[in-house]
């Protein structure tokens, strides 16, 4: 008896057009300013701590869905809650669809006195103690051995001004040590000048001498401290406190990553 032929079916190759999403395989470390018994900056009851630590999560919710892995240097209940982004501002109320109209606020904004660092430590000694600040690197150092050059360093603050209180507007940073300010930060700092959000602070990338960005420390190229806004203005202390215009800085923060990695740098 002859057996019968394998009903083999005939390959079909499925068509895989979908493009991996703009930030496939780059790792953002993302450090939140201050946190523990370190608040800060503080103007009007509010903290820097709970506005960084809250852009700390919308940035990582805004990264995560571009595709890239998402770490912070600290740990706390406030990067936990996962902020719900507002309905778009243009959007009248009438045409705001029912998932937009039903959408729950953002949680309130709480500040991270339970901050501890990725050891577990507390942060526990008040301001900007270099230890601290090594520890939140070396958080970089970490990501660089396991995924060099996908990974990008960023560390969130916001500034206080001793000057006018029309100072306003927000900046990049980028290590004194270093030769020159690394993409991110020049990429960054267009988008800023180009949004409006520079304000009259720094139109230019700053050079500093920084903990979080020391290369002794942190190895990650791409790495800078951004002061967000300036709180001691009115409009920017209002600014900081609206989920609209914090989920908008974040997409900026994106789109500057997303131009480190069409450029190769990442
Ligand atoms: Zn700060």
């Not at 496939?24 to 946190?35: A, K, L, R, T």
């Not at 989920?243 to 740098?265: G, N």
Request: hydrophobic letters at 40%; charged letters at 25%; glycine letters at 8%.
């Amino acid at each position: 008896m002859r057996r019968p032929a394998s009903k083999k079916k005939p390959v079909v190759k499925k068509k895989v057009s979908k493009a991996l999403p703009p930030l496939h395989g780059v790792i953002v470390i993302i450090d939140p300013g201050h946190g523990g018994t370190d608040p800060g900056a503080s103007v009007g009851g509010v903290t820097e701590a709970m506005l960084t630590y809250r852009m700390a999560a919308t940035l990582a919710e805004v990264v995560k869905k571009l595709g890239a892995e998402v770490h912070f240097t600290v740990r706390s209940a406030a990067l936990r809650r996962k902020p719900i982004e507002p309905p778009k501002l243009s959007q009248p109320e009438g045409k705001k669809t029912l998932k937009e109209l039903s959408r729950a606020p953002e949680p309130p904004l709480l500040a991270p006195r339970d901050a501890v660092l990725a050891s577990g430590r507390r942060l526990d000694m008040g301001n900007d103690v270099p230890e601290f600040l090594h520890a939140r690197a070396e958080i970089g150092a970490r990501f660089w051995k396991r995924r060099k050059p996908h990974v990008v360093f960023l560390s969130l603050h916001f500034d206080v001004s001793k000057g006018s209180p029309s100072d306003h507007g927000g900046f990049t940073m980028w290590d004194i040590r270093e030769d020159h300010p690394p993409m991110l930060v020049r990429e960054i700092t267009r988008r800023f000048g180009e949004a409006g959000l520079c304000g009259n602070r720094h139109k230019q990338p700053r050079p500093n001498d920084l903990g979080v960005t020391n290369p002794e420390f942190n190895p990650v190229p791409q790495k800078t401290l951004v002061e967000l806004a300036t709180l001691t203005n009115a409009a920017d202390h209002k600014n900081a406190l609206d989920p609209r215009w914090r989920w908008r800085v974040a997409r900026i923060l994106a789109a500057s990553i997303v131009a480190c990695k069409k450029a190769k740098v990442i």
